[in-house]
């Protein structure tokens, strides 16, 4: 079979679809992997002037739904481990010493760019140590995220959450990329403190870290677990105000990391902060060549480009 004749036949399989047909829907249809992979099946769409499946040996035609990720800003607040010891400093607690273990206590979520906060707690737990509800609701949101920021994230929310998840039955998670602000803030910047509480002062975020309570330090932690309506209220406050401010700070913070990228949500040149568009900053030099760096119009931040400026065989003389 000559590719006229493949060409007729994918166009006829393409009208009977109502779309680009998959590379297994066209061997189907009765044309043998030799014929196909003779002319290449990009070159038979082409020639067919049909756009070429992304994935052609998928079972289903690939679609890439081209949006800003959704980036989920969370927050969760545990129970302290109870445990009989002996004295005030420096302390092993043993196994034998544990009377109740941690589980959590609340969680309070919103997604990037959306007002409304998603909160439950364990005020209605019974037994408030059973927190399988709670998790539940949180490892829903997780799950439809295409990010996830915490402060502190990295080593306690995720690794704290992973530990219920698991001690519950829940289904792992996707692997969901992290955002991690403190790690940010430590890795781009010398704070005095990397503390959120601090970072939002500092950084003139408009809402701060709540700092006047009723319930003070671990009296609140006391108090949510004898189920101290009061205690839970603040609780939800304290830990609703904790996402938004987070929030405040990652945009504070993002223009200066170089790590994350959404590019490949939109197809195109697109800047953390949602810019598009792009000024010409001078180049960046590397072993591998001469890059154009450009910076965001919207927060200055500053993106370097893939192509090298270098001719490909003037980089073939070049050493290693």
């Known amino acids: 079979m000559d590719l006229h004749e493949l060409v007729v036949k994918l166009k006829e399989l393409y009208n009977e679809l109502g779309r680009t047909p998959t590379l297994k829907e066209f061997e189907k249809s009765g044309i043998s992997k030799r014929q196909i992979h003779k002319h290449k099946y990009s070159t038979i769409c082409n020639a067919a002037g049909i756009e070429v499946n992304r994935r052609p040996q998928d079972t289903e035609t690939l679609e890439i739904i081209i949006r800003p990720p959704k980036i989920l800003m969370f927050d969760i607040e545990t129970s302290p ?56 609701g949180i490892h829903h949101l997780i799950s439809e995220a295409d990010y996830i920021c915490g402060h502190n994230a990295k080593r306690f929310d995720v690794k704290k959450l992973n530990a219920r998840f698991i001690k519950h039955g829940l289904p792992p998670l996707k692997q969901v990329p992290v955002i991690d602000t403190l790690t940010i803030a430590k890795r781009v910047a010398a704070f005095t403190s990397n503390k959120l509480e601090y970072l939002a002062k500092f950084l003139g975020c408009s809402n701060e870290k709540m700092c006047e309570r009723k319930f003070n330090g671990m ?20 830990n609703k105000m904790d996402v938004i401010v987070l929030e ?73």
């Open 81 to 136: 481990i109870l445990a009989k010891v002996w004295g005030l400093f420096d302390q092993n607690v043993s196994l034998s010493q544990i009377e109740q273990d941690w589980y959590v206590l609340s969680y309070a979520a919103k997604w990037y760019g959306n007002d409304e906060i998603h909160y439950m707690d364990q005020r209605h737990a019974d037994p408030i140590e059973n927190d399988f509800m709670l998790l539940e």
């Open 219 to 238: 009296t609140l932690w006391n108090e949510t677990m004898k189920r101290n309506i009061e205690a839970f209220d603040e609780m939800e406050l304290y």
């Open 248 to 320: 405040q700070v990652y945009e504070k913070l993002i223009p200066y990391d170089n790590s994350i990228s959404f590019q490949a949500f939109h197809q195109k040149r697109v800047c953390t902060c949602g810019g598009i568009e792009f000024k010409k900053n001078g180049f960046r030099y590397t072993k591998q060549g001469c890059f154009r760096v450009y910076y965001c119009v919207k927060c200055s931040k500053t993106i370097t480009a893939k192509e090298n400026l270098i001719d490909k065989e003037v980089r073939k003389g070049l050493a290693k």
